[in-house]
């Protein structure tokens, strides 16, 4: 009884998959919002997509000094492809996304936890963001017109029972939707969902980097 109750506690409840490229700076801001959690019990898979600014150099003091946080390189083959390499590496019960250029409020992971217990037969959660920058990005039926991300489902705020997710092949490798394609696919299944408004997820659109900031410039 003692060794199964010490290797339930050495199972992360999170995953967090962190997909980056060429964002170091930002990247140590979202792992910096990520260890300050509250919540505890979570694993970080970082995924470095082939980046070229020294990223690992960069974030190497993280991974020496905690043991949660895990760092995969692979060639650069766009976000999707680095998330499923992630969730491929993954050991928690739900799994979760971090983009490199955005961040957690302190509370994200334990009020998300509370909903996930309150409801046991929840396997998707989504929703609940805290908007900096432009509230607009490209539509993904039409990348030169604008929708509000009201509109949107924001693949961050994403938590999806692991073995789900594994079971649906995780993301397509598409230009730009790739969220919004798998919430479509969920949504279209018996999938147990649920979306909250506790506004815990930073979603940034301040950098003139960003993928639908790109977008809207092209």
Request: glycine letters at 6%; charged letters at 30%; one cysteine or more.
């Amino acid at each position: 009884m003692k060794s199964k109750l010490l290797n339930s506690e050495l199972t992360p409840y999170f995953s967090v998959i962190i997909p980056t490229y060429n964002r170091k700076e930002t990247l140590v801001r979202a792992i910096d919002s990520l260890i300050s959690q509250t919540e505890k019990n979570w694993e970080a898979i970082i995924v470095d997509d082939g980046s070229d600014d020294n990223t690992f150099s960069h974030i190497s003091s993280y991974l020496e000094k905690d043991k949660r946080i895990k760092y995969i390189r692979q060639d650069n083959a766009g976000a999707a492809l680095a998330k499923n390499k992630g969730i491929k590496s993954a050991l928690g019960t739900f799994i979760t996304f971090l983009d490199s250029d955005d961040e957690y409020c302190r509370s994200h992971l334990e009020s998300r936890r509370n909903i996930l217990r309150e409801n046991p037969l929840l396997q998707f959660l989504y929703g609940g963001i805290k908007i900096i920058g432009s509230p607009f990005v490209p539509d993904r039926f039409d990348n030169q017109q604008k929708i509000h991300l009201d509109d949107c489902v924001i693949g961050g705020t994403f938590f999806i029972e692991r073995n789900l997710l594994i079971s649906c092949k995780g993301f397509k490798n598409i230009l730009i939707g790739e969220d919004a394609e798998l919430f479509d696919r969920l949504s279209n299944s018996s999938v147990v969902k649920l979306k909250t408004e506790e506004p815990t997820y930073v979603y940034r659109k301040d950098q003139s980097d960003s993928v639908t900031n790109s977008f809207m410039k092209s």
